[in-house]
């Protein structure tokens, strides 16, 4: 969750980390797991639908706090980054089944780190339908990414 834009500079606080607004380059992003599936048009209208960031190690991306609890899509473009979850952490790089993220689809509470120098895509829940709706090929992803977080949080759940 984004707690505090700081306006035309592209930078949010993240519960005191900073991250840097990044511009997201087509050409990148064909050949970013998530997107590899998608034509010329749909990455164009995807980098007119997103915001990607540049995150340092440490940053908190997302936080699943109740209150904080938001239904925007993390796509994790470079780097790494780790879910934290009732005292365990669960890392994912950019081609594994945790390479996307949405605090909605968690239960209780959980933390979205980086756990290096990283580069992400905030989606909107609004505009992941959109893209969902005109045929994007995202489901695989999508589907991949449930069966790890239910996965993740059953086992976090029995106490493993």
């Known amino acids: 969750m984004l707690t505090a834009a700081c306006g035309q500079q592209g930078y949010a606080e993240q519960e005191g980390k900073t991250m840097k607004a990044s511009t997201t380059y087509l050409y990148l992003l064909r050949k970013t797991p998530f997107f590899t599936g998608l034509d010329t048009e749909q990455l164009r209208w995807t980098i007119d639908h997103s915001r990607e960031w540049e995150a340092q190690a440490d940053t908190v991306v997302a936080n699943c706090a109740a209150a904080d ?53 905030k989606i909107t829940r609004a505009d992941m339908n959109d893209m969902l709706s005109r ?16 996965t993740v949080f059953t086992a976090a759940a029995a106490g493993y």
């Open 69 to 121: 609890k938001s239904d925007d899509f993390w796509i994790l473009l470079d780097g790494r980054w780790q879910v934290e979850h009732d005292g365990h952490s669960y890392q994912a790089g950019h081609a594994d089944s945790g390479k996307w993220f949405s605090a909605s689809e968690t239960p209780g509470s959980c933390r979205l780190v980086t756990t290096e120098h990283s580069y992400v895509m």
């Open 135 to 150: 045929g994007f090929a995202f489901e695989s992803h999508l589907e991949q990414g449930r069966a790890y977080y239910r």
